[in-house]
Nanobody, 122 residues
């Protein structure tokens, strides 16, 4: 069982930066792939980024490639999403996810956090 708690969301201006954090409980955290999804009002949930258990493999959605980075600290049971050059279209609730398998698909992730709101003002 893994429990995930996101933090770091908020309001930022167009072009600004935010870092989201995901705190995970559970002794098997280091064996899980971690990821981030987001959902904007009236839109479907979409993949943002994912990282393998070891941190050596990362995936990004085309819409965030070059602007967002994903990282993890297995010693601290933490995962992070650094978001730079934010745009109004990045406004969404961001969810941290975990699963033994690395994937771009939401249906693959067994564990989800409650989400944190990111709002980018134009």
């Amino acid at each position: 069982q893994v429990q995930l708690v996101e933090s770091g969301g908020g309001l930022v201006q167009d072009g600004g930066s935010l870092r989201l954090s995901c705190a995970a409980s559970g002794r098997t955290f280091s064996s899980y792939a971690m990821g981030w999804f987001r959902q904007a009002p009236g839109k479907e949930r979409e993949f943002v980024a994912a990282i393998s258990w070891s941190g050596d493999i990362t995936y990004f959605a085309d819409s965030v490639k070059g602007r967002f980075t994903i990282s993890r600290d297995n010693a601290k049971n933490m995962a992070y999403l650094q978001m730079n050059s934010l745009k109004p279209e990045d406004t969404a609730v961001y969810y941290c996810v975990a699963d033994p398998s690395l994937s771009r698909y939401s249906s693959s992730y067994a564990y989800w956090g409650q989400g944190t709101q990111v709002t980018v003002a134009s």
